[in-house]
């Protein structure tokens, strides 16, 4: 595997404002700011421990000084990339995104709604810009052997781009994905099979350690999956868990309570207003810490119950490919295709994560949400469920569930708001972050 980390440069004077205030950057080359030479050195530090093997740059200053900032440690040289720079904007360029708004309404809409749809005036196009994107950073990765990592410091539409290209995401995924600034998004790149897997997005814990993100008013859904047990990866040999209803082992025990740790760091500013947990034990284990903490209730959910394998259920892997080559074969090429003997298929699991969403929904006063401010819901799962419910909010094909990492006790956050395609009243979830495991990482592997 070749690991790859991107980020987006340190704040300028110009990432301030949000919403109608923001300015459209692109290629005007303006300079970090105080506050984002210490993000550039924060990430730095955090980074300092893990070898990197190069360090890409968009050519524009505030990049170039984040990812040289990077580099030091290292003393590796910032290579700048042409392909890597931030769009441009032709037209509106330096402009607030409130006078683009009423010079161009119709274009602006547009662009809100599929940002692939248009040309900006005198600028480019979005699916231009992804394409000399990916192929800078595919011709870099080419120099490169196994085992490196590899660190692209570039601009917010170009990482947002770039997460959604390599993570296979549709075009509407766009403004799903959250990116802010100096965060670290992590890909394993597989040159054998020429495949991206999603290690984790959005991660912003070495700026703000100790703390979890509260943005916008939204409801907030943070998905987690159990801790370790005796039949995980890294316990022994993996097993498919299922049904079996399995306790947590030491070290997911360890797990359970970093996690409440994590998500009660901010004290009682933000309230949590309920837990969910699938109906085995390791789930509930998960919770518990955290349960105790908030004096809340954990609520059980069929809808978060691991997938049915059926036969496959407490065989090892190699027992499950030994036994059924074909369908264990499909199963890590085509999963959608597969519908486990006296088990059940993805399908089935979706229909259920889909009966959730629309469950836990009705149980929240008002359109969820909207009256709601600040609200969080904990979710307790198996990894294929998150996996697949990952994939569900995204709308990323079931196929695809491979290129998702989750980890034990890792978590996801996703907040309910804008038009979309998936939610109730029309709303879709914004991803803050995907498979979040800082309060689980030993501090000898930033990584």
């Not at 340190?10 to 300015?23: C, K, L, P, S, Y």
């Not at 692209?152 to 997460?163: D, I, N, P, R, Y």
């Not at 036994?323 to 089935?348: I, K, M, N, Q």
């Not at 969820?368 to 094909?397: A, F, Q, S, Y």
Request: aromatic content about 6%.
């Amino acid at each position: 595997m070749i690991r790859i980390v991107l980020i987006r440069h340190g704040q300028t004077a110009w990432n301030i404002g949000e919403g109608q205030d923001e300015r459209f950057r692109g290629l005007l080359d303006m300079p970090l700011a105080e506050t984002g030479v210490v993000q550039a050195q924060v990430t730095a530090d955090h980074l300092a421990r893990c070898p990197l093997a190069a360090v890409y740059s968009s050519p524009l200053q505030r990049a170039l000084r984040t990812a040289e900032i990077i580099a030091a440690p290292h003393r590796v040289p910032v290579r700048a990339l042409p392909g890597l720079s931030s769009m441009n904007y032709g037209e509106w360029a330096g402009q607030l995104y409130a006078d683009v708004a009423r010079r161009w309404p119709d274009l602006y809409s547009s662009w809100w709604r599929d940002p692939f749809s248009i040309q900006i005036p005198g600028g480019e196009s979005t699916a231009g810009l992804r394409d000399r994107a990916v192929t800078a950073l595919r011709t870099a990765i080419a120099r490169h052997a196994d085992g490196e990592t590899l660190v692209f410091v570039t601009h917010q539409v170009v990482t947002k781009m770039l997460v959604c290209a390599l993570a296979g995401l549709p075009n509407g995924a766009y403004w799903q994905v959250r990116q802010d600034l100096c965060n670290l998004s992590r890909f394993d790149y597989d040159p054998a099979t020429d495949t991206f897997t999603v290690v984790g997005l959005n991660d912003t814990f070495h700026l703000t350690p100790g703390t979890f993100r509260v943005t916008g008013e939204g409801t907030q859904i943070i998905l987690v999956r159990h801790g370790q047990t005796g039949w995980n990866a890294g316990a022994g040999s993996e097993r498919f868990r299922g049904r079996t209803d399995l306790p947590l082992d030491d070290t997911g025990l360890a797990q359970a309570q970093a996690l409440a740790a994590r998500l009660t760091a901010d004290g009682p500013d933000i309230t949590v207003t309920a837990l969910y947990a699938s109906p085995l034990l390791r789930a509930q284990q998960t919770l518990a810490p955290l349960a105790a903490k908030l004096g809340l209730p954990i609520q059980t959910h069929p809808g978060l119950l691991d997938i049915n394998y059926g036969r496959f259920q407490g065989l090892t892997h190699v027992e499950a490919a030994d036994l059924y080559p074909e369908l264990y074969r499909l199963w890590r090429t085509a999963p959608s295709r597969v519908r486990f003997p006296g088990g059940e298929s993805l399908a089935d699991l979706q229909a259920r994560v889909q009966a959730l969403l629309s469950d836990v929904a009705e149980r929240l006063p008002g359109p969820i949400g909207r009256d709601l401010p600040g609200k969080r819901l904990v979710l307790v799962g198996h990894e294929i469920v998150n996996k697949l419910l990952v994939c569900t909010l995204l709308g990323l094909d079931l196929d695809q569930i491979w290129r998702i990492r989750q980890d034990p006790a890792g978590l996801d956050l996703f907040q309910q708001g804008g038009p979309g395609l998936t939610g109730r009243d029309g709303e879709q979830w914004l991803v803050q972050c995907l498979n979040d495991t800082c309060h689980l990482v030993d501090a000898r592997a930033p990584l």
